[in-house]
């Protein structure tokens, strides 16, 4: 059935939002709602959707991972994804906006995209948590964690034009006042080349670092 919706609310650095549908008097069973904050790697779970228009198809598998950040090329750039549920579940074209649920048919996270050279799954499918939708709709706030500055990716032609000693790193263009670099000390013009022992070689790769 269809039903006219109402926003609740949003997060957009995850890509989720909340809808709230007018019944009209219909009856609906909701779907119990668990806390994504429980999962643990190895955890059995269930993928919900309609993949390539297959209605109502159902895929299972474990959790791989959790706090996975990945980045994805898109038409109009690269977009960062932090802080999701890996699963080997089957998530294909079709399943995203679907429910990730764990063994006892609780709610546990939104599927959301793949990392897949074909665009079909390959075992490598990731869910935003859940706990996102209960904040939203208890109207909190969904906090992630932050830098504070804005950086630009170090290539051998530009350091070359600035007159940098490093070829690769992210280079702080600015620096947000107050914010957590600024008071751990960086400064705009500083180039980030290390993070306890990963390298970094991007502005991207700081981000997900």
């Given at each position: 059935n269809s039903y006219v919706g109402e926003l609740v609310g949003s997060d957009p650095s995850s890509d989720l939002a909340v809808v709230k549908a007018?019944?009209?008097g219909d009856s609906v069973t909701p779907i119990e709602v668990g806390n994504s904050d429980e999962l643990v790697v190895g955890d059995w779970v269930m993928a919900i959707g309609s993949p390539y228009g297959l209605d109502q198809s159902v895929s299972?598998?474990?959790v791989s991972s959790l706090y996975r950040s990945t980045m994805l090329p898109g038409a109009s750039g690269n977009t960062i994804y932090t802080n999701l549920i890996q699963t080997d579940a089957a998530i294909n074209p079709g399943n995203s906006?679907?429910?990730l649920v764990d063994d006892e048919g609780n709610l546990v996270g939104i599927n959301s995209i793949i990392q897949s050279e074909s665009g079909s799954s390959a075992g490598i499918?990731?869910?935003?948590?859940?706990?996102?939708a209960n904040e939203i709709i208890a109207g909190e706030p969904v906090l992630h964690a932050y830098i504070g500055l804005s950086a630009q990716s170090v290539t051998p032609q530009n350091a070359s034009r600035a007159g940098l000693s490093v070829t690769q790193g992210a280079y702080?263009?600015?620096?947000?006042?107050?914010?957590?670099?600024?008071?751990?000390?960086?400064?705009?013009?500083?180039?980030?080349?290390k993070i306890d022992d990963q390298d970094i070689v991007s502005a991207d790769g700081l981000i997900l670092a």
């Amino acid at each position: 059935n269809s039903y006219v919706g109402e926003l609740v609310g949003s997060d957009p650095s995850s890509d989720l939002a909340v809808v709230k549908a007018d019944l009209e008097g219909d009856s609906v069973t909701p779907i119990e709602v668990g806390n994504s904050d429980e999962l643990v790697v190895g955890d059995w779970v269930m993928a919900i959707g309609s993949p390539y228009g297959l209605d109502q198809s159902v895929s299972t598998g474990i959790v791989s991972s959790l706090y996975r950040s990945t980045m994805l090329p898109g038409a109009s750039g690269n977009t960062i994804y932090t802080n999701l549920i890996q699963t080997d579940a089957a998530i294909n074209p079709g399943n995203s906006g679907g429910a990730l649920v764990d063994d006892e048919g609780n709610l546990v996270g939104i599927n959301s995209i793949i990392q897949s050279e074909s665009g079909s799954s390959a075992g490598i499918g990731f869910a935003i948590p859940g706990n996102y939708a209960n904040e939203i709709i208890a109207g909190e706030p969904v906090l992630h964690a932050y830098i504070g500055l804005s950086a630009q990716s170090v290539t051998p032609q530009n350091a070359s034009r600035a007159g940098l000693s490093v070829t690769q790193g992210a280079y702080v263009a600015s620096v947000t006042d107050g914010g957590p670099a600024a008071k751990a000390g960086i400064k705009e013009g500083d180039v980030i080349v290390k993070i306890d022992d990963q390298d970094i070689v991007s502005a991207d790769g700081l981000i997900l670092a």
